[in-house]
């Protein structure tokens, strides 16, 4: 029996996008693949609402894989950067800029599931920063943050704003021209709902600029030949064609289909009937700032993973555990990719079903 999906990615994807997963490989030097790259640069421009002058990178690696090229391609250590760490994710670019690229930066530490407020940043202001850095959608506990917020905050300390919308990107509002954010990062494997294997970096005009100046230690990392290569509508290294390819028809659908703000409405309206359809079984909701992706969910009675157990073991259904401090505490259900509203109401009784059982 088929798995019913409700985690965060990677998650279930439609029958086109299968199909295409099921084909031979082709050969990627050619008019064709350059055409439909293109094409995937165009429409992944046009859905994060970027600007004129804006590019976009298609990295063959997960999200941290364009979460790492981004912070090496925009910042030194020279800089003094601001980070958002209110989970898992945050503590990723924590990771990236301490332990790793040895950036100077600062550490906006939230507990799990607390939202960003203007009191967060005001001690910030005019402190010398650089740069800014955040999960616009903390998965490991859902909280979406406000970006115009930060927008203006980075707009008036002129601050580089690197936004990971990984799991955000076509589920949440964002308008990267508005927000003023210089590169957005998200993957292929969320609500793109495609297989993982690429990750996209949408940069800004300035953020090309920038990218453009930079000297980088890593041959595959260097943006510059990137998109160098992407002039043409190619990568320098092999990429994962495939998924390339199904990233395209995913494209080609959102846009027949009304374009991201009809696609964010879709799974806004799934993560609505899930949620009202939660209340009546034994979970407190997590995040103080809910994204439209993701619901986190605090069991009163057992432990989170147990119920992720029991429910991948006996009902053919995943849902997204936690790790770490939040492993029996708080578990997830995404609401991304080919979903409908009865796949939640499935969930809804497997839970009832448990709680009969005496297991929720």
């Not at 958002?84 to 945050?90: E, L, T």
């Not at 080609?252 to 409405?265: L, P, Q, S």
């Not at 799974?267 to 909701?285: M, Q, T």
Request: charged share 25%; with cysteine.
């Amino acid at each position: 029996m088929e798995m019913l999906n409700f985690t965060v990615g990677p998650v279930m994807s439609n029958e086109e996008v299968r199909a295409i997963g099921g084909e031979q490989v082709p050969y990627f030097r050619t008019a064709e693949f350059s055409e439909l790259m293109l094409e995937n640069e165009r429409l992944m421009k046009k859905f994060a609402k970027a600007d004129e002058g804006a590019r976009v990178v298609f990295i063959t690696g997960s999200g941290s894989a364009s979460m790492e090229a981004s912070v090496m391609n925009s910042f030194t250590q020279q800089d003094k950067v601001l980070v958002v760490n209110g989970g898992s994710f945050g503590a990723r670019f924590v990771k990236l800029c301490c332990d790793v690229h040895e950036i100077p930066f600062s550490e906006i530490k939230l507990r799990p599931g607390q939202k960003l407020t203007e009191d967060h940043l005001k001690p910030y202001d005019g402190q010398g920063y650089t740069g800014f850095l955040v999960n616009v959608d903390e998965t490991s506990t859902g909280v979406l943050y406000d970006m115009e917020m930060i927008g203006r905050f980075c707009r008036r300390n002129n601050l580089f704003l690197v936004a990971d919308c990984v799991s955000a990107f076509l589920a949440d509002p964002f308008n990267m021209a508005e927000i003023g954010a210089d590169i957005m990062i998200t993957g292929s494997q969320k609500a793109l709902a495609c297989p993982p294997g690429i990750s996209v970096i949408v940069l800004s005009k300035r953020a090309v600029e920038r990218v453009n100046q930079m000297h980088v230690r890593s041959l595959y990392f260097d943006l510059k030949d990137s998109l160098k290569n992407g002039e043409r509508g190619q990568t320098p290294f092999t990429p994962a064609v495939s998924v390339l390819r199904q990233i395209n028809a995913r494209l080609r659908e959102i846009e027949r289909n009304g374009g991201v703000d009809t696609e964010t409405a879709k799974i806004a309206a799934l993560a609505a009937d899930f949620r009202e359809k939660i209340k009546e079984l034994p979970f407190e909701f997590v995040s103080e700032s809910p994204a439209n992706g993701v619901t986190p969910l605090h069991p009163l009675n057992v432990s989170a993973y147990d119920i992720f157990l029991e429910l991948k073991d006996n009902y053919n259904i995943w849902i997204c555990p936690n790790g770490g401090e939040l492993k029996d505490t708080v578990l997830r259900v995404g609401h991304l990719g080919d979903l409908a509203p009865e796949d939640n109401t499935t969930l809804i009784n497997a839970l009832k079903d448990m709680q009969s059982r005496g297991l929720l």
